[in-house]
Structures are given as structure tokens and as C-alpha cells.
């Protein structure tokens, strides 16, 4: 099915093409897939690369990341409650955005849920809720696995790799040059760390209470970085509130500056910024709650202003954004014309076209949703450097 649906978008969506300026690989939990997507200039519609989908290299694939140059992917496979355990995956990327599976690789700590490489490729994080000390009982801390990345084929050094723990149940870490900021769900904290900048390595920072009741994401973003907090477990509109960044990666709350998700919006999980001759953007991903239809899945925006605060986009009547029932992760093309979300119970993918003037999104100019592999998870989009 997955074959056909990749086909009918190879015939349907290159009349009016005005070239790829990225690819979007999109994981898929339901078969264990990696769905591949060319993205084109002028519309921003989406059209199935030859050969998509592919095995993810493990079972139960929740996130992803892609080496800076483009040349590797990395798919992190959870694992699930029948004795599959968690690792991840290499893949090396072809000129057409085509994946070739290298190997794959044990986490070392258990319950991994989230992936991402330092700013220069060196090196690759993994988080994982439980750190490799856990012994079933006690220490439920998690952790960070740290592994040097061979700069020729991009695969990891597992005999070099070192582990630094976090808080509690982690689910989430952000990363810039210098600084790597993990939130843990277990004690609402960011636990954040200095990067060494000759070997990668992790040199720990005091812990940041929260203050919040249901924190489901950190971000960077430019000069700040963004928590969402979702409030009630039940759902609700939720808050964002956005930090300063100061030395030793420490963070300081906005003076003012935790803002309320638009009324209509429900269940923040995740942000991201974009930034043009106008002015920065923040778009917030609304899951919805728990225990209903997800009827009001959207993406709500925000203008950042020189000071870290947020105001709603008031020219817009349509803020917040609708997209595809249940969302759990969005991104940004790399020349900043679309946004993306992908939608968990809808399989599929959600594109928006940015206005360049004023931060709002509207339908792309042929076809805004795209089917992909089944229950997707996140999703993740690189640059085209032949275009």
C-alpha cells in the first residue's frame, strides 16, 4: 500500500515542480518503516522518493536525525513490551534522497526516546529514560549516551561511547554548540550540560526546577529556548514559556514571559522557530488531549519579540493553524517556505506554506496532506546541496 501511495504522488505532483529543494523522511511505528519525500520548490507538495519506504533497522521507530552535511541519517527503534529491544540505525543518504541501511547499534542505556547530533557532526546523543545503572528497582534517572561519529562513513564508535546520567523519565533533549538541555517528566526539570568542545564529552550544570505540571518539550530557538507545559493531563490550551540563556548553560525564565497557548489550541508538545527579514516565528504543535477525537489538532503562531516574548499572530483569524488529527512532530524546510507535521492517526503528513511578511501559515498551492507510513512518528527534513 505504502509502494502505491509513493507511486500515485511520483505521477501526480511534478506538472507545476520547480525542482527538490530538501528530503523529509518520516518514521512510521506501525510497520517499523522510514517513508521518504522530495520537496519541492514552488508548492511544497511532496513526492514518494524511489524505493520508499524502508525497514527502520529495529522495531518501534520514534525519532530520528540527520548528520550536518546530509549524508547520514540516524533512526532511534524504541523497542516494545514483547522483548524487542531498543537500538539505533544507520543510513546512509543518496543523491535522490534514496536510504541505504548501514547497521545498527545498541543504545547502551533502556527506554531510548530520543536522537540528535552535535552542531559539527563529531558526535552523536542518545537519550534514554533509563540509564545503563538501572538495575529494575532503584536509580531511575536516565541518561545520555555520547558516541564520536567517524567523520568518512558516520558510524559511531560504541567502544568510545560514554554515558552521563539525567533526571528522572526524560522524554526530551534540545542541543546547541555548547550546551545540551534534557527535560525530565519524572521531577519536571531541565537537566542541562556543558559539551566539551575538544571531545564532545559532558560536563554536568546545576538542575532547573520547572515549576510546571505536565513540561512536554524543550527547544532552542535563536537566542532562547522554549518550554511547553500542557497543564492538566486531561488537556488544555496550555503554556509556553521561554528561557534566556545565560553562562554554564544556565537558564532564566523570561521576565513576563510565559504566555498563554491561543483558547482553542490543546496539548502543546513541541515549538519551533523561524526566522526571515520580518521577524522570528514560533509555531507551537497541538497535539490536542488525550481522551478526545483530537478535533482541534493545530499549530498555533507567535511573534518572538527582541526581549523572548511571545504575541499571538493578531492579523490572522485562522491562528491557530488546523492539520492532521493527532500530530507529534513538525518541522521547517531549510530555506524557511514550509512547515510540516506529522499526524500519529491520521498516517499522514501536514504541509503549510509561511507567509514571508507576516508568520502565518496557509494551504499549500496543490495539496496540503500526504499519506504516509502508518502511525508516523517524527519526522525530519535536509537540505538538497546538489540543487
Same mark, same amino acid.
Given at each position: ?18 525542482? %527538490? ?9 506501525? $510497520? ?33 536525525? @540527520?548528520?550536518?552535511?546530509?549524508? $547520514?541519517? $540516524? ?6 513490551? %514483547?522483548?524487542?529491544? +531498543? ?22 542505556? %533502556? ?86 568542545? &575538544? ?7 546545576? #538542575?532547573? &526546577? ?9 527547544? @532552542? ?6 518550554? #511547553? ?5 486531561? +488537556? ?5 514559556? =521561554? ?16 504566555? =498563554? ?6 496539548? =502543546? ?13 514560533? $509555531? ?20 518572538? +519579540? ?13 491562528? =491557530? ?9 513538525? &518541522? ?8 510540516? %507535521? ?8 501536514? +504541509?503549510?506554506? @509561511? ?15 500526504? &499519506? ?16
Amino acid at each position: 500500500m505504502a509502494l502505491l501511495v509513493s507511486v500515485a504522488m511520483g505521477l501526480g505532483m511534478t506538472s507545476c515542480g520547480g525542482g %527538490t529543494i530538501g528530503f523529509m523522511w518520516v518514521l512510521g511505528r506501525q $510497520y517499523s518503516q522510514i517513508g521518504g519525500f522530495k520537496i519541492d520548490d514552488r508548492s511544497g507538495n511532496l513526492t514518494g522518493i524511489i524505493g520508499s519506504p524502508v525497514p527502520s533497522g529495529g522495531t518501534n521507530p520514534v525519532m530520528l536525525t @540527520i548528520k550536518s552535511g546530509g549524508r $547520514y541519517l $540516524y533512526v532511534l527503534n524504541a523497542g516494545d513490551s %514483547t522483548g524487542a529491544t +531498543g537500538n539505533f540505525s544507520l543510513f546512509s543518504v543518496g543523491s535522490s534522497g534514496n536510504l541505504s541501511y548501514q547497521q545498527s547499534y545498541p543504545t547502551q542505556g %533502556t527506554f531510548p526516546v530520543w536522537i540528535t547530533t552535535d552542531s559539527t557532526g563529531s558526535y552523536l546523543y542518545v537519550l534514554s529514560q533509563r540509564s545503563p545503572s538501572y538495575d529494575g528497582v532503584t536509580d531511575l534517572n536516565g541518561s545520555i549516551t555520547v558516541f564520536p561519529l567517524d567523520p568518512n562513513t558516520g558510524r559511531p564508535n560504541v567502544t568510545q561511547a560514554a554515558s552521563f546520567e539525567v533526571g528522572q523519565s526524560p522524554i526530551q533533549m534540545s542541543a546547541t554548540a555548547s550546551c545540551i538541555y534534557t527535560l525530565d517528566s519524572g521531577d519536571q526539570t531541565i537537566f542541562p550540560y556543558s559539551i566539551g568542545s &575538544a571531545n564532545g564529552q559532558l560536563t554536568s550544570n546545576p #538542575t532547573i &526546577a520547572l515549576n510546571t505540571a505536565n513540561a512536554t518539550s524543550v527547544n @532552542i530557538g535563536g537566542s532562547y529556548v522554549y518550554v #511547553t507545559d500542557a497543564g492538566s493531563t486531561s +488537556g488544555g490550551p496550555g503554556t509556553i514559556i =521561554p528561557f534566556s540563556q545565560g553562562s554554564s548553560c544556565a537558564l532564566s525564565p523570561v521576565t513576563g514571559g510565559t504566555t =498563554p497557548n491561543l483558547p482553542t489550541a490543546s496539548y =502543546p508538545i513541541q515549538t519551533v522557530t523561524s526566522t526571515n527579514s520580518a521577524g522570528t516565528y514560533l $509555531y507551537v504543535l497541538n497535539h490536542s488531549t488525550v481522551n478526545t477525537n483530537y478535533a482541534n489538532s493545530s499549530v498555533s503562531a507567535f511573534l518572538v +519579540g527582541s526581549d523572548g516574548k511571545l504575541t499571538a499572530l493578531a492579523a490572522d483569524t485562522q491562528n =491557530p493553524y488546523g492539520v492532521g488529527s493527532g500530530p507529534v512532530c513538525l &518541522a521547517i524546510d531549510p530555506t524557511n517556505q514550509y512547515l510540516y %507535521t506529522s499526524d500519529q492517526f491520521a498516517s499522514t503528513v501536514t +504541509g503549510k506554506r @509561511i507567509n514571508n511578511q507576516y508568520g502565518s501559515l496557509s494551504n499549500l498551492s496543490h495539496a496540503s496532506t500526504f &499519506a504516509t507510513v502508518g502511525t508516523p512518528s517524527c519526522l525530519v527534513i535536509s537540505a538538497n546541496t546538489a540543487y
